[in-house]
């Protein structure tokens, strides 16, 4: 296929960014264009790891990497959003290693100049690089009231809002970075898509801001039904009755249901088996599979699957809605408490586990939760797994050929292409 334009796409480096960011470069690069993935020195090694699946694809994509800024050891360590690691990238990094990068493509004899940076909305200082000016905000959020009504949303309660509106630290001036940046952007991209948030997006469109939804980023055989081949918990079978279990939480399952548990161990633990209660892996040995790490699109698209509990990072959310399965969600931080709102109000996919007085989930609430999510129990229990194949099915449209996420990817292409032909 015709080389029409080179893409530079840049991942805050966290494994929650970084792989739908490597998927939609997939999306790109099959569209024709020369896309240059750049990673930091944080997370190069695994990044790494993706390249011989790019190459079985055929696909021109490439690897660079850029400074960071972090130290060595324990901080540079953490595939998560930690506070740390981003407030310390924000307050270290000048842009000068991404200058440098774009001079030297722009300058190779094997490619054509870099016509478009895409860049991940925690890296407001790559907008900064190329002028866009910089306001900081104090916040004190004592000033919040106990709900806040936003035009097209629904009404939020204080604890519903994402986290940073709830910080005392400085914490939100991170955040606020990222919105300054819309304003003189080409486009504004989003990992959703328009039958999900469409009255957002309108709203968002009609202040002017070029807005495009081309989600789900998630490949392509997880969404037209191939399921992938069984992974080594084949074992645990019955079709929709297994719960997948994302959380770190350590409660005992009392309730009987088929489970996965994907948690991994804290730091100075060897294994998971040194945290968990003691005899909790023999005694649910026949029911249930405790694994450190896996592929969780693997595990959701499983038809053994039936729920997923979840604290509702947009990632997990997403996977859940592409593929029907309902959720039990309890959200912590970031915009995890906002995503489980929608899941359990807006879209009504999903169940919100309640705390106690204590601010703990009982094992009790879990229990009443899991049996509606997997057993259909009731009215309320059916309407669950019905709406949850309703937004399959309407993701699958909007991500297959001809489907709004579909028009707005080619429209982005296209875009792309007639700014390097200028």
């Known amino acids: ?96 290693g991404l200058e440098h990068l774009i001079n030297r493509l722009n300058a190779s004899a094997d490619a054509p100049p870099v016509s478009c940076i895409i860049y991940n909305s925690f890296l407001p200082w790559i907008c900064l690089k190329i002028g866009i000016a910089e306001e900081r905000w104090d916040w004190d959020s004592s000033r919040m009231p106990e709900s806040v009504t936003i035009p097209d949303l629904p009404e939020l309660k204080l604890w519903e809002l994402p986290s940073p509106f709830r910080d005392t630290t400085g914490f939100l001036n991170y955040y606020l970075r990222q919105f300054e940046s819309v304003r003189d952007a080409s486009w504004v991209i989003a990992n959703t898509f328009y039958e999900l948030e469409h009255e957002m997006i309108d709203s968002i469109r009609g202040k002017g801001v070029p807005f495009l939804s081309i989600g789900p980023s998630i490949p392509s055989v997880f969404l037209d039904g191939r399921n992938p081949e069984d992974t080594q918990w084949e074992r ?89 399965i309902p959720m039990l969600t309890l959200g912590i931080w970031t915009d995890q408490p906002t995503n489980s709102k929608f899941v359990a109000d807006v879209w009504k996919t999903g169940l919100k586990l309640r705390a106690g007085e204590d601010g703990v989930v009982g094992r009790e609430e879990i229990e009443r939760c899991m049996r509606l999510a997997v057993d259909g129990i009731g009215e309320q229990g059916k309407k669950l797994r019905n ?35 200028e």
């Not at 005899?279 to 693997?298: A, H, P, S, T």
Request: positive net charge.
């Open 1 to 96: 296929m015709e080389r029409r334009g080179h893409v530079v796409v840049i991942s805050y480096p966290a494994t929650g960014h970084t792989n739908p960011m490597l998927q939609f470069s997939k999306n790109l690069a099959s569209r024709g264009l020369l896309v240059t993935f750049v990673n930091f020195n944080f997370n190069h090694s695994r990044i790494m790891q993706a390249k011989e699946s790019v190459q079985r694809l055929k696909l021109d994509i490439r690897f660079e990497c850029i400074p960071d800024g972090l130290p060595q050891g324990d901080l540079a360590q953490d595939t998560n959003i930690n506070p740390a690691v981003f407030k310390h990238m924000q307050d270290n990094m000048d842009g000068s």
């Open 236 to 324: 645990i079978h019955g079709k929709r009755r297994t719960v997948w279990n994302g959380w770190r939480s350590r409660r005992r399952c009392r309730c009987g249901q088929r489970f996965v548990w994907v948690i991994r161990p804290p730091p100075g633990h060897a294994h998971i088996g040194e945290v968990l209660p003691a005899g909790f892996l023999e005694e649910n040995e026949r029911k249930g599979l405790v694994v450190e790490w896996c592929i969780q699109l693997e595990v959701l698209s499983h038809p053994s699957v039936g729920v997923f509990m979840s604290h509702c990072g947009w990632n997990s959310t997403l996977d859940a809605l592409s593929l029907g």
């Open 387 to 421: 709406n949850a194949l309703k937004w399959r099915n309407l993701c699958r449209s909007a991500a297959s050929e001809g489907g709004s996420s579909d028009i707005n990817m080619n429209q982005l292409v296209d875009d792309i292409v007639a700014k390097a032909k």
